[in-house]
C-alpha cells in the first residue's frame, strides 16, 4: 500500500508515470517580469513630468560634485600627455584656428549651450510620436547613458582644457562675451567646471544620431543624424570645453546605456515594432 513503484510481468520495477503538476507553465513572476518589459504605449503627462524630473535630478547631482580643482587640473595633464603621447593633441590648434572667425566661435558657443538640449529633446517628442513602441527603449538608453555619467564627474573630476594653466587655450565664452556655456563667464558658479569627463554633449548627440539614423528611410536624414555628433565633436574641441578623449568617454557611457536597453527590451529600439497597440500588443514593425 503508498508503494511509488509498480511492477511489471518480468518482477522489474517501474517509474510511475508522469504528473501533470509541472507543464510548461511559467511562473507568475516570470510572467509579471515579461509583461513589465513588454513595450508600453507612452503616456503624455507622464513622459514631460519624467523627463523634467530626470534632468533636474542630473543637473543637482552634477552640481553636486566636489569641485576637485586641485585633482581635476591633475587629470587634465595627464589627459593633455597622454593625447600628445597618441598625437592626437590638437585641441589647441583648433581652438586657435575656430577661434579667429569671431561668427564662427561665436555660433558654436550658442551650438554648446542650447543644441543639445534641444535637439535631444525634440528626437524625444519625434520617437513619442511616431515610434511609440520603441521609445521607452531608446529612453531607457538615454537615461541608462546619462546615469553612469554621473559616476564619472565622482570618480574622474577633470578640468576642461579651457581651465588648464599656461597652455594657451582660449576660453572662446569670455572672450566674445556670450553665454555659450553655463561652466564660463559670469554663470560659472551654476555649474560644476570639473565635470569634463564624460562628455555627455558627445553622449547625447551620439544617442540622437544613432536613434535618428537607424529608424529614418530616406538617406539624407540619415546623414543628417551621422554629422550631428560630428559636428558636436568638432564644437566642444572648438570652444576648448572638452578633449578628444573626454568624446571617447561618452561614447563609452552610451554603449553602457544602449546595452542596458537591450537586455532589458529584448534589442536595440531599431529591433522593436514600430507602434504599441492601446491594448499593450505590438503592431506595425
Not at 560659472?188 to 569627463?197: K, L, P, V
Request: proline share 5%; charged share 15%; glycine share 8%.
Amino acid at each position: 500500500m503508498g508503494e511509488a513503484t509498480v511492477r511489471t510481468r518480468e518482477g522489474r520495477t517501474a517509474a510511475p508515470p508522469p504528473t501533470e503538476e509541472r507543464v510548461d507553465r511559467p511562473p507568475a513572476v516570470r510572467g509579471a517580469l515579461r509583461k513589465l518589459r513588454a513595450p508600453r504605449r507612452p503616456r503624455l503627462w507622464f513622459e514631460v513630468l519624467l523627463i523634467a524630473v530626470s534632468y533636474a535630478v542630473y543637473s543637482a547631482v552634477r552640481n553636486a560634485v566636489p569641485e576637485q580643482r586641485a585633482a581635476a587640473l591633475r587629470n587634465a595633464d595627464w589627459v593633455w600627455r597622454t593625447e600628445h603621447s597618441l598625437n592626437i593633441a590638437v585641441e589647441h590648434t583648433v581652438n586657435r584656428a575656430v577661434d579667429s572667425v569671431t561668427w564662427l566661435i561665436v555660433g558654436m558657443n550658442y551650438y554648446y549651450a542650447t543644441l543639445h538640449f534641444v535637439l535631444t529633446v525634440a528626437v524625444l517628442v519625434w520617437l513619442y510620436r511616431w515610434h511609440s513602441g520603441r521609445y521607452a527603449a531608446a529612453r531607457l538608453a538615454l537615461f541608462a547613458t546619462t546615469a553612469v555619467a554621473l559616476i564619472g564627474y565622482y570618480l574622474y573630476p577633470l578640468a576642461p582644457p579651457r581651465l588648464m594653466d599656461g597652455t594657451g587655450f582660449i576660453d572662446t565664452v569670455v572672450k566674445h562675451h556670450t553665454w555659450g556655456s553655463m561652466a564660463s563667464g559670469n554663470l560659472a558658479d551654476m555649474s560644476n567646471q570639473y565635470a569634463a569627463m564624460p562628455s555627455m554633449h558627445i553622449g547625447w548627440s551620439a544617442w540622437c544620431g544613432i536613434t535618428v539614423a537607424m529608424l529614418v528611410r530616406r538617406r539624407w536624414l540619415k546623414v543628417l543624424a551621422v554629422l550631428y555628433p560630428v559636428a558636436t565633436l568638432v564644437v566642444i574641441v572648438s570652444t576648448a570645453n572638452h578633449f578628444w578623449l573626454d568624446a571617447v568617454g561618452g561614447m563609452l557611457c552610451l554603449a553602457f546605456g544602449f546595452g542596458c536597453s537591450a537586455a532589458w527590451y529584448g534589442g536595440l529600439p531599431s529591433r522593436l515594432s514600430r507602434h504599441v497597440a492601446v491594448g499593450g500588443a505590438q503592431a506595425h514593425p
